[in-house]
């Protein structure tokens, strides 16, 4: 199993910017893709954002709540997938999960692996 460590998160207020950082243990090719989720106290985990890649092919995704306002971004040589957070809102206050999808959804059942997660916190 892939170990994932994440980085990046904190406080910021409200308009704020933060930039995550996932560090895989291993090289990612097998998988189908690397994503962040997250999860606010009382809810369920959610997906924000992802990038895919087969057959050469990279397609980005992103929850409807974060477009325009994150960018997610992959270094291969670095075996690293970054999350770029602008105009945070309070409402983006959550642990942060870095994944390696091993399926084809983006659905929690189709990670392979996780991150230990990384907390931001959003103070308006």
């Known amino acids: 199993q892939v170990q994932l460590v994440e980085s990046g998160g904190g406080l910021v207020q409200s308009g704020g910017s933060l930039r995550l950082s996932c560090a895989a243990s291993?090289?990612?090719?097998?998988?189908?893709?690397m994503g962040w989720f997250r999860q606010a106290p009382g809810k369920e985990r959610e997906f924000v954002a992802g990038v895919s890649w087969r057959g050469g092919l990279t397609t980005i995704y992103y929850a409807d709540s974060v477009k325009g306002r994150f960018t997610i971004s992959r270094d291969n040589a670095k075996n690293t997938v970054y999350l770029q957070m602008n105009s945070l809102k309070p409402e983006d206050t959550a642990l942060y999960f870095c994944a390696v999808r091993s399926g084809s959804s983006w659905s929690g059942a189709d990670v392979g692996s996780w991150g230990q997660g990384t907390q931001v916190t959003v103070s308006s």
């Open positions: 291993e090289r990612t090719f097998s998988s189908s893709g």
